[in-house]
């Protein structure tokens, strides 16, 4: 054969099987180590040229039939694989069984690579060229490969219960592995020891709805079930975009108090010093001097100093237009109380009290101050004081609530997602009351 002839072009060999005689394809041509039966379910050495029998087992009719029917191709990555083998593995916690099944793909120039699939989560898995880096006194474990870092997230003993077609080593029902997995979200790998030899592989999680596309599965595929070890979070980028939103905008909210705090004039224009006795009966209203609120519209703050302790006093407030009589009516109690009880020091309220009044035109204005108080308890001085243009920060406090529930909104549904994910593992989260 000349250098530049192409490849030949492997040819798929038919035997028959020496149990029952059922028609056998081997598609995986030299690379084949065992061979089940689909008839009588004999696993035979395909090494041999009479397929002498290694095992036989029992199964119940149109048990566990593989969702990709052997024989199927499917592109994957760009190369075309054909579905070989299937097999049923099967882990059991606190003695309930789990099982997954694994699909063995060939490809006559690029070898084998599999498919996994368990309650309708696929990965698309092949054997590692490379160890990964165990990380020592990491805890939990973790290893690490091509930088990537991988948390440990289960260590099991799997048993194979059922296989069909080809596979590139001597498979048995019954035959043990320890497996562990080690994820980084959408992919895991896993380490595989049966009798000292160990294998790794690198797993990427696939959707359903691709796998069925790849190999042009007529249907849909199964839904999936639950959240899987390395089923990537469909909110982590979501998550991670509000955050860098959420921090865009509270730079241009903190620019916008900067700018406005520097542009507010806060200039006072009135303050009065005043006295009530609650024990005086008759008329306690009363006006005060006039003032003039200056410059263009702007809101007015009207701050309340009191001397109250233990007790409460209630203004009746109106801000009145000299000229055009508008008036602003609004009522400010001020009330503050302390004390010792069984569980220490207390208070309540504040001897002092403030509050805007927005759009308040120029001009000139008094307040009409209209005082109340518990009877009895004699005297309350009190101070009045009047600024305009005052700078106000509950709207940056409500802006910056409404960006910040959605990012914790967001963030809590992701922390849920994860939460789910390592309550299969083997280090699930320590709920609220300290119990795993």
């Given amino acids: 054969m000349s250098a530049g002839a192409p490849p030949v072009k492997p040819q798929v060999k038919a035997l028959n099987c020496p149990n029952c005689g059922a028609a056998l394809v081997i598609r995986s041509f030299n690379t084949a180590v065992t061979i089940v039966c689909e008839g009588c379910h004999s696993i035979l050495d395909a090494k041999d040229p009479n397929l002498q029998i290694l095992q036989r087992f029992k199964v119940a009719t149109d048990e566990d039939k593989p969702l990709i029917p052997l024989g199927t191709r499917g592109k ?16 059991h916690v606190d003695g309930i069984p789990y099982s997954w099944h694994e699909y063995v793909l060939f490809n006559p120039y690029k070898g084998f690579r599999y498919l996994t699939e368990y309650n309708g989560h696929w990965n698309d898995v092949s054997i590692l060229k490379a160890l990964p880096e165990v990380l020592p006194y990491a805890s939990p474990p973790k290893v690490k490969y091509l930088g990537e870092t991988y948390r440990h ?3 099991a003993k799997a048993g194979t219960t059922f296989v069909l077609g080809e596979f590139p080593w ?7 592995a320890d497996v562990t997995d080690y994820v980084s979200p959408p992919r895991v790998i896993s380490s595989e020891m049966t009798g000292g030899e160990v294998t790794w592989s ?12 790849t190999f042009r599965l ?11 070890e390395n089923q990537p979070s469909p909110l982590s980028a979501q ?14 909210l903190v620019v916008m108090m900067i700018g406005f705090d520097l542009a507010a004039r806060n200039e006072q224009v009135f303050a009065g010093y005043y006295k009530y006795n609650s024990n005086q009966g008759g008329e306690a209203s009363f006006v005060t001097n006039d003032f ?3 410059g263009h519209t702007s809101n007015v703050e009207v701050t309340t100093s009191t001397d109250v302790n233990n007790r409460w006093i209630y203004l009746n407030y109106a801000l009145i237009n000299e000229a055009t009589g508008q008036a602003f009516d609004f009522g400010r109690e001020v009330s503050y109380y302390h004390g010792y009880d069984s569980d220490g020091a207390w208070s309540e309220g504040k001897a002092n009290d403030s509050v805007a009044i927005p759009k308040v035109p120029p001009g000139r204005y008094y307040l009409r101050v209209e005082p109340e108080g518990d009877p009895g308890y004699g005297m309350t001085y009190y101070t009045v004081t009047v600024k305009r243009d005052v700078p106000q920060y509950s709207f940056y406090a409500i802006a910056l609530g409404a960006l910040l529930l959605p990012a914790i909104f967001l963030t809590w549904r992701s922390l849920s997602f994860e ?7 083997d280090h699930p989260p320590i709920n609220l009351g300290g119990n795993e």
């Fill in 153 to 155: 997230f289960q260590t």
């Fill in 170 to 176: 001597q498979v048995r029902v019954g035959e043990a």
């Fill in 239 to 252: 998550t991670r975009n509000i955050w860098v939103a959420f921090a865009a905008f509270l730079l241009v």
């Fill in 419 to 425: 939460h789910l994910r390592w309550a299969e593992s």
């Fill in 292 to 294: 003039e609120v200056k």
């Fill in 218 to 228: 007529p249907g849909s595929p199964p839904e999936a079930i639950g959240v899987y």
């Fill in 202 to 213: 690198m797993g990427e999680y696939l959707a359903g709805k691709d796998v069925w596309k």
């Fill in 76 to 91: 994957i990555r760009g190369v075309d694989y054909e579905a070989i083998g299937f097999e049923r593995r099967t882990i």
